[in-house]
Structures are given as structure tokens and as C-alpha cells.
């Protein structure tokens, strides 16, 4: 059973236009949510997390919200550039001390110039 | 210039044959990991190493075994008892303890057996 959720296998936006990426959990002892950058033949890149004691991060042009109640987070970037272009992945750590990550299957983004 | 390398990029084997995976780390981690990832799915944990000289199994351990003798390495050997074992292997690394929780993550490496 998939605990992280990734629904949107892809995704295309406009360069310049708003990006959001939606990742489900169905654990709530999940505290901590990652997103990670996957190029093709690369590791994933670590781009931003969020606290589940808080509904808001923001770096620059990425901004993850966190909605507890509906167990559901989003990643938006503002403005999307062609080099944004890459599988995003939402991970989740469960809170009892491991330092395990959970992770969903991905969604691609394409950012067409 | 710290961060984790993973050797070779790509490596081919035969049917049959147990084959090791390295990874090496010098970002001074207590961590390590190793993830599985298919065409369309996500990463799937192997193996995880909070300390030297222990490790425990991930979600989808049959057929791997591992070993943590040195904080710096996290070698993966994929045996003949692993039924699909064609994919690509990462190896990431992390603080742990009450630090920040996420992962590095090592290029990868791409293993063929045919």
C-alpha cells in the first residue's frame, strides 16, 4: 500500500507560468516532507521540505505548502524555467526516530520554452 | 569537495552471478542508504545503515546483502537470489540524529544482467 502519492505521472507548463506539483501521504505519523529533483542517469537533488508543524516554506522561487488536515502538500514554483524540467519526488519521514524516507513515485515536469 | 560517489556508472553482469555495487561517502554522515528505481516508480529502500556495524532491511531487501565496516562505506552486493535485478541503484547518505533529515544522494549506477 502506497503511503506517498504522486497522482500526476506528468506535467507540462509554459515557461514563466506557475508550476504545482501535488504529493498525498495517507500515514499521519509522518512529520517532516521532502521534495527532491531527478535528472535522467542522476541522484535526486534535495530542493526543499516543510516541518509538519507548519504550513509554509518558501527558497526562492520554490514554495511548499502543507495541509495536515487533508494530508495533502504541493510544490509550486513561480516563475517555471526549461531547466526546471526534471521528476520531482515527494518523500516523507515517519516520526518514530528512523531515519527512513518514504517516497512517491514521481511526477515529470516539462517546462516548454 | 565533499559528496557520495557510486562505481561504476554502469555495470554489466551475467545471470548467476553475485556482483558488488560500491559507495563511498567523505560528507561525514552517520547514514547510508540504498534505494532501488524502476522505469515509473518511485525509490524503494534496500538497505539502511544508521552506524557503523549495523544496518537494517528496507522494504525490499530479498536478494541484497550489505555491510557497514567503515563509516565511509555502504557496499551492496545484489546475489543470484535476486530475481529482476536490472535497475538503477542509488546510494544516498544522510546526519541523522535531530539534524536535518534530508538525504544526499550519490549518481547511480546502472546494473544490467542478462
Known amino acids: 500500500d502506497q503511503q506517498v502519492k504522486q497522482n500526476s505521472p506528468s506535467l507540462s507548463v509554459q515557461e514563466g507560468r506557475i508550476s504545482i506539483l501535488n504529493c498525498d501521504y495517507t500515514?499521519?505519523?509522518?512529520?517532516?516532507f521532502l521534495w527532491y529533483k531527478k535528472y535522467p542517469a542522476e541522484g535526486p537533488t534535495f530542493l526543499i521540505s516543510?516541518?509538519?508543524?507548519?504550513d509554509k516554506n518558501e527558497d526562492g522561487r520554490f514554495t511548499v505548502f502543507l495541509n495536515k488536515s487533508a494530508k495533502h502538500l504541493s510544490l509550486h514554483i513561480v516563475p517555471s524555467q526549461p531547466g526546471d524540467s526534471a521528476v520531482y519526488f515527494c518523500?516523507?519521514?515517519?516520526?518514530?526516530?528512523?531515519?527512513?524516507?518514504?517516497f512517491g513515485k514521481g511526477t515529470k515536469l516539462s517546462v516548454i520554452p | 569537495d565533499g559528496g557520495i560517489t557510486q562505481s561504476p556508472k554502469y555495470l554489466f553482469r551475467k545471470e548467476g552471478q553475485n556482483v558488488t555495487l560500491s559507495c563511498e561517502q567523505n560528507?561525514?554522515?552517520?547514514?547510508m542508504y540504498w534505494y532501488r528505481q524502476d522505469p515509473g516508480q518511485g525509490l524503494r529502500l534496500i538497505y539502511y545503515?544508521?552506524?557503523?556495524?549495523?544496518?537494517q532491511k528496507g522494504d525490499i531487501a530479498e536478494g541484497y546483502s550489505v555491510s557497514r565496516e567503515k563509516k565511509e562505506s555502504f557496499p551492496l552486493t545484489v546475489t543470484s537470489a535476486q530475481k529482476n535485478p536490472t535497475a538503477f541503484y542509488l546510494c544516498?547518505?544522510?546526519?541523522?540524529?535531530?539534524?536535518?533529515?534530508?538525504?544526499?544522494f550519490g549518481p547511480g549506477t546502472r546494473l544490467t544482467v542478462t
Open positions: 545503515s544508521q552506524i557503523v556495524n549495523d544496518f
Open positions: 518523500a516523507a519521514r515517519w516520526k518514530a526516530g528512523s531515519y527512513q524516507l518514504t
Open positions: 500515514n499521519s505519523m509522518f512529520d517532516y
Open positions: 544516498a547518505s544522510s546526519i541523522g540524529g535531530q539534524a536535518r533529515y534530508e538525504q544526499y
Open positions: 560528507l561525514n554522515h552517520d547514514a
Open positions: 516543510i516541518s509538519s508543524i507548519k
